[in-house]
């Protein structure tokens, strides 16, 4: 009996866990301006996601940049505004 419950909670451990997906493998560059963070995400599929926007990034978009300066330069503009 004792291993059959044991086989059970096994089983369950696994099947909670193996069938997890985790947004951990996205890379994120991120900053915060006026006690707000600003990120933008790489969805691994060559577009990128940024906070407070719904719109979906190119890599055309970033004209060039990557997505560390684009943070960078969004959190610049956010702090210069009084």
Same mark, same amino acid.
């Given at each position: 009996?004792?291993? @059959?419950? =044991?086989?059970?909670?096994?089983? $369950?451990?696994?099947?909670?866990?193996?069938?997890?997906?985790?947004?951990?493998?996205?890379?994120?560059?991120?900053? @915060?301006?006026? /006690?707000?963070?600003?990120?933008? #995400?790489?969805?691994? &599929? /060559? @577009?990128?996601?940024? @906070? /407070?926007?719904?719109? !979906?990034?190119?890599?055309? &978009? =970033?004209? /060039? =940049?990557?997505?560390?300066? !684009?943070?960078? =330069? $969004? #959190?610049?503009? $956010?702090?210069?505004?009084?």
């Amino acid at each position: 009996m004792k291993k @059959t419950i =044991l086989f059970m909670a096994l089983a $369950a451990t696994v099947a909670f866990t193996s069938c997890n997906k985790d947004d951990d493998d996205k890379k994120c560059d991120s900053c @915060t301006a006026q /006690g707000q963070k600003i990120e933008i #995400c790489d969805n691994g &599929d /060559g @577009t990128y996601s940024m @906070t /407070g926007s719904s719109e !979906i990034i190119n890599e055309e &978009d =970033l004209a /060039g =940049l990557t997505p560390k300066q !684009i943070v960078d =330069l $969004a #959190c610049a503009a $956010a702090n210069m505004t009084p």
